[in-house]
């Protein structure tokens, strides 16, 4: 049985991960103004961040619509697949997932669509995964059981620079107490579940990039383990940090695309982790 791969473009992977393993990405569509651009394709991630740092008004998403998913669906059934695995990002975030499920219910396939609830690096993790299982011959059932299961594990945490672009795109959540002081503070977001909520409040940029350091301190063993920033000037610094004071691997260092980029805003900062099974 084949088994191929399907998700959208909030996973943040590299075309060469993406090439590597055969898996279809399906843009969202990234809106500034009355210009209208598909994700990665025709917006790259660095020209995303300037625009952003020179627009006056904040860019808006919009999920693909079924049609876009259906596309994606086929082209890999006609190319030999027997099932299709879509993981997208999490239903409490975005419209995509329905997306999704109403283009697999529209064609007469073994079409899985599978709610990561999770978004870039943490997203990204799972579908490398779920591709190298597909690589090895498992099947559709084991795949999804194991999605499911890193889906579990995977904890998300994100350092805003501003509250601005999360509060605009209106994805605030469980955040809300937030917003009365998002002036004086740097909020830090846990979006574990799927949906954003308050993790703390920091007084400075280097005090919530230290909270997500002793963040990381508390887990005594961790997979997985992935940086996420979106253009932050003090990347390598917050990596220097981390590699003096944990004990964990860091195993991918990755931008926040568009996609998520438009809600944290420039400049945020994350980790992903999967906790061991």
Known sequence: MTVRIVTDSACDLRGTEVEEFGIEVVSLSIRFGDEEFEDRTQLTVEDFYRRLEQSVDL?????????????????????????????????????????????????????????????????????????????DGADPDTIIAAVESMSERTRIFG????????????????????????????????????????????????????????????????????????EAPDIDDFIAMLKDSIPHEITRVEKIGAVIGTHGGPRVMGIALQLPA
């Open 59 to 135: 860019p808006e998403t919009s999920a693909p619509s079924p049609g876009r998913f259906a596309q994606a669906f086929r082209a890999q059934l006609e190319a030999g697949a027997d099932s299709i695995v879509c993981i997208n990002l999490s239903a409490g975030l975005s419209a995509t997932m329905q997306s999704a499920c109403t283009a697999a219910d529209s064609l007469d396939a073994d079409i899985r669509v599978v709610d990561s609830k999770s978004i870039t690096a943490g997203l990204g993790s799972m579908v490398l995964g779920a591709a190298r299982l597909a690589a």
């Open 159 to 230: 350092a805003l620079d501003t509250l601005d672009h999360l509060k605009k795109g209106g994805r605030i959540g469980g955040a809300q107490a937030l917003l009365g002081s998002m002036l004086s503070i740097k909020p830090i977001i846990d979006i574990s579940s799927g949906e954003v909520e308050e993790a703390a409040k920091q007084r400075t940029r280097r005090k919530s990039l230290m909270w997500l350091r002793d963040k990381l301190v508390e887990y005594p063993a961790v997979e997985d383990l992935a940086i996420m920033h979106g």
